[in-house]
């Protein structure tokens, strides 16, 4: 807004740089959206080549998605995909609510050193902690292969636990207090006046969720030996890896597994693309 | 006086509660940070085999010893030189295609929210479906090559030692470049417009404005690309070890953490991945510092 309105350059000017603006616009968008045009076209083919030929719909066939179904039990992969990704909001939901709330209205001690420590776990790359999590959780604990394995490092998202207590710290302490005054207990508070009203952050917290356990290969790919027992971006790594044999377009099976591994989080963003505005991704990692 | 009287009782009762609340994600904390991050140092120090679940075995002290295996493994020192290429290839990219994009995004424009979109739809998506398609690019009769022809890299793109790391760096570059976009688009909203007046009036052009007023204006959400970045880099895995085949020739496009995943799990030698562990924490904080001293001089 502030470069176009800050001036007012002749018409012209304006109009080219408007102009400037909208092909720098256009050629990045291209530059991100190809791959993916790319990818739903190529799991359509027939023969999946890669050529532009493969660029251009046609012998269009559901063949590859029913390749890659038999190849690594999709729906088996959605499912473990979708209960781990479940496990990992729900909690994030109860228990993050419940801090963030806490973090913002709740007078308790230490308060400010967890918040402090809050920040800090942000900071720290989760990939590190990788080995002695995998020491603990599977070799200790014995949770290889298991649910509950693959969800406890993720289980409460702090970045959604930081973002909760940013909304709920902009409501007015003084409608809390008159709740309080009137008897309701702060569980009450929390889910009759806080939640409903802070009902656009919880959108914005369940899809910075939500892409987190849905797209991470790493972790499962270390406590899920079992193929039964793989998410899905664990199975399609694999067969991106060694199983393209087993099938007789592996690209097109291939494109079509990583259509199925895309769109949710995609259809997700797209829907929910209102709310989730540059205001919650500032406040959610601004230190 | 009155205030503070009124507002005691709600304190006490609010005191309890608050810490019942926090319990969950403290322990959550605990389990998650603080004690991994304990036994790392723990088993660094020590000789660490896997075991089966409940056996003992001997865990001796060793000192330095693993540390000094990650210092003197050629393999450690090529891993840390790759993400070193890879920063200097990601962070300048990052910061100028992510400022030029969300400065021409913050203005009036016919189909803004498309633009928002199309820019962040491959940071919403899991890095396998996009590894996939970019091995399905920039394979050996990949699209890219086809299209070059005979200008097409021998050996290509993913299995050539001098591009594997380049090659990842642009990918992660062209991931994760809309979150920064958005980014910077919020921090725009903080640069005063009257700057642009003042500037304006100056007779300062487009050009001249833009690196006169908006880029020390967002100098602080550069900061936080600039850290980012080094992060992402420090936690690069999926990359070397999906789209170069496990780290490229020679380890030519291997990561710390891949080496820490090949060397710990599947090796065996978690003692050596531990120590491995510590020094690129230590690596990153001191980065991170130094980074932040750069990009923040002059404010």
Known sequence: MSTTTAT?????????????????????????????YYMVVGSLRGTTTGDLSSAVPGDLTGGNYAAINSAISLG??????????????????????????????????????????????QMIPFQLLMLPLYVLVVRDYGLGDNYLGMIL?????????????????????????????????ELQILTRIAIPMARPALLSGVLLTFIGPWNEFLWPFLVTKNTDMQPLAVSLASFLSNLQGTVANPTGALMAGACVLAAPAVVLFLLFQRHFTSTDIDSGTKG | MTLLHTKAPARRSTSRIGALFVTPYVLF??????????YTVWISFHRFY???????????????????????????????????IFLVINVPLTVGLS?????????????????????????????????????????????????????APDPSWLVNSELAMPVIAF??????????????????QNVGKELYEAASVDGAGRIRQFFSVTVPGVRPATTLVVIYAIITGANLFSEPYLLTGGGGPDHASASPVLIMYQKGIEQGHPDFAAALGIVLVAVVLAVSLVARKLTERGN
């Not at chain 2, 913050?106 to 633009?115: D, H, I």
């Not at chain 2, 990918?171 to 725009?188: E, H, N, P």
Request: a positive charge; hydrophobic letters at 60%; aromatic letters at 16%.
């Open chain 1, 76 to 121: 088996r992969s959605l499912l473990n995909s979708g209960i781990m990704t479940g496990g990992v909001l729900l909690c994030t939901l109860v228990f993050g609510l419940l801090a963030g709330y806490a973090l913002a209205q709740l007078h308790f001690r230490g308060r400010g050193s967890l918040f402090a420590t809050l920040l800090l776990v």
């Open chain 1, 153 to 185: 490092p993720f289980a409460i998202n702090s970045t959604a636990v930081f973002l909760f207590r940013q909304f709920f710290i902009q409501m007015p302490a003084s409608l809390f207090e008159a709740a309080r005054i009137d008897g309701a207990g």
């Open chain 2, 50 to 84: 896997f075991t089966a679940p409940g056996a003992d075995a001997d865990t001796p002290w060793v000192g330095l010893d693993n540390y000094q295996a990650v210092f003197t493994d050629p393999v450690v020192g090529r891993a840390f030189l790759n993400i070193l």
């Open chain 2, 99 to 151: 400022l030029v994009l969300a400065s021409a995004l913050n203005a009036k424009l016919p189909f803004r929210s498309f633009f928002r979109a199309a820019y962040y739809v491959p940071y919403v998506t899991a890095s396998v479906a996009l590894v996939a398609v970019w091995q399905f690019l920039f394979g050996g009769d990949g699209l890219v090559n086809n299209l070059l022809g005979g200008l």
């Open chain 2, 29 to 38: 904390i605990l389990a998650v940070f603080a004690v991994p991050l304990g």
């Open chain 1, 8 to 36: 007012t350059p002749p018409r012209l000017w304006g109009r080219l740089s408007r102009t400037v603006r909208l092909v720098i616009l256009l050629i990045g968008a291209v530059a991100f959206l190809f791959p993916f």
């Open chain 2, 171 to 188: 990918f992660v570059t062209w991931k994760q470049l809309g979150f920064f976009v958005m980014l910077y688009l919020a921090a725009l």
